[in-house]
C-alpha cells in the first residue's frame, strides 16, 4: 500500500469529506446513521462540524466507497466486453425505491440510492449505456 493510500486510509475525515462521501454514495443521513451506528441527529453536526468524526466512522465510510467504487469498475468492465447493442446503445436496470431491491436482491445491504448512484457512474463512463428501473417499459 502507498503512503498516499495510508494516510487516507488513518486520517481523520472533515465535514466536508463525510457529506461529500455521503453523497457520492447515494445515501441519505439516516441510512449511513443507521449504517454506522449513530443517531441521525449525531450525523448531522458531524457534516455541519460541530462534532468529530471518529476515526472507526471515517475508515467505514472509506470501505464503503471502496466498495462501490469496486462495483462501478467491475461492472464497467462488463459494459466495455459485451458492448452496445446494434442500435449503439444497451440498457441496464435499477431500482425506484428499496423495496425493489429487496424484492429481486434480498442479500444487498445497501439502498436503492446507493445502486441508482453506482448505475449512474457507470452510465457516465460508458457513454452508450441507457438506465430504466426494472419494470420500466421503454421504447426502443
Known amino acids: ?8 486510509n488513518t486520517a481523520a475525515m472533515t465535514a466536508a469529506e463525510f457529506r461529500i462521501a455521503r453523497e457520492h454514495l ?5 441510512w449511513i446513521a443507521w449504517r454506522l451506528d449513530v443517531t441521525g ?15 472507526g466512522a471515517a475508515q467505514e465510510v472509506r470501505e464503503l466507497i ?3 467504487d469496486a462495483f462501478v469498475a ?5 459494459c466495455r466486453i459485451d458492448g452496445p447493442d446494434e442500435d449503439g446503445t444497451a440498457w441496464a ?4 425505491d428499496d423495496e425493489s431491491l429487496a424484492e429481486e436482491h434480498p442479500e444487498v445491504e445497501y439502498p436503492a440510492s446507493w445502486h441508482r ?12 449505456l441507457r438506465l430504466r428501473y426494472l419494470d420500466e417499459d421503454v421504447q426502443r
Not at 1 to 8: I, L, W
Not at 93 to 96: F, K, M, Q, R
Open 74 to 78: 467491475a461492472l464497467i468492465e462488463r
Open 1 to 8: 500500500m502507498s503512503d498516499t493510500a495510508t494516510n487516507r
Open 26 to 30: 447515494g445515501v441519505t443521513g439516516d
Open 117 to 128: 448512484a453506482a448505475m449512474g457512474r457507470v452510465a457516465a463512463s460508458v457513454g452508450w
Open 93 to 96: 436496470a435499477t431500482y425506484p
Open 41 to 55: 441527529r449525531t450525523v448531522r453536526r458531524w457534516e455541519q462540524g460541530s462534532a468529530r468524526i471518529p476515526a
Open 66 to 68: 471502496d466498495h462501490q
